[in-house]
């Protein structure tokens, strides 16, 4: 299974973006999907996460006003909805999945599955 990443592109602070991350080669049945980013000479963090049924979510504080997680179900397909993009927020965003369900252990990055390409983000001011 490979995680196919989407929606990055160069935008100016205050405009929105969609990001879109669906699997190819499989499907996922359970777990949970997500995105993380990192910027230049930052640590890699998880923006926002959401579980196979749609009912749990996480979304880090410093994004939670701006960003909205959300799925499609039928399409295995999730989408980061980035609202009033700052120059803080470009980094390189990465979708990535796990298979048990673990919320926590998967926002900290202590179990991740699979992890997607990277799409980046440049917000310019």
């Known amino acids: 299974v490979q995680l196919q990443a989407s929606g990055g592109g160069l935008v100016q602070a205050g405009d929105s973006l969609r990001l879109s991350c669906a699997p190819t080669?499989?499907?996922?049945?359970?777990?949970?999907m997500g995105w993380f980013r990192q910027a230049p000479g930052k640590e890699r963090e998880c923006v926002a996460a959401?579980?196979?049924?749609?009912?749990?979510?996480y979304v880090a504080d410093s994004v939670k006003a701006r960003f909205t997680i959300s799925k499609e179900k039928a399409k295995n397909t999730i989408f980061l909805q980035m609202n009033s993009l700052e120059p803080e927020d470009t980094a390189v965003y990465y979708c990535?999945?796990?298979?048990?369900?673990?919320?926590?252990?998967?926002?900290?990055?202590?179990?991740?599955?699979?992890w997607g390409q990277g799409t980046q983000v440049t917000v310019s001011s």
């Open positions: 990535a999945a796990e298979r048990r369900g673990w919320m926590v252990a998967f926002t900290q990055q202590l179990r991740v599955d699979y």
């Open positions: 080669g499989g499907t996922f049945s359970s777990g949970v």
């Open positions: 959401i579980n196979w049924n749609g009912d749990g979510r």
